[in-house]
């Protein structure tokens, strides 16, 4: 394929487009264990869906989260950090979900 054609071809022009139909929704990952992998194309999905929402919080949270993933990867810390970041997820959303309850409460 010469290069005009890949300039061309779906994935190239709209990415994410391309990734939000069903058939082409491609598994890129990064081992990380022997049971665990990120998903790396799926992680810049979520990113750029939150970007879209314009919920910027959310996008510097998954890209911080992908980043130190990954350079946990590098130095041999990958079972450790991810479930760190899986504690500290859900400490995260217990403590939304807690604020919800007593907004509502007022």
């Not at 980043?67 to 990867?73: G, K, S």
Request: net charge negative.
């Amino acid at each position: 394929m010469s290069e005009s054609n890949l300039t061309q071809q779906p994935w190239f022009l709209d990415p994410f487009g391309w990734y939000e139909e069903a058939e082409y929704q491609h598994v890129v990952s990064l081992q990380i264990s022997d049971t665990k992998a990120l998903d790396i194309l799926r992680g810049l999905y979520d990113i750029y869906r939150n970007l879209m929402r314009n919920d910027m919080q959310e996008a510097i949270d998954d890209l911080k989260a992908m980043a130190v993933i990954i350079i946990a990867h590098t130095l041999g810390y990958d079972d450790e950090v991810v479930e760190e970041l899986l504690v500290m997820k859900a400490k995260n959303e217990l403590d939304d979900f807690l604020q919800e309850i007593l907004e509502e409460g007022k």
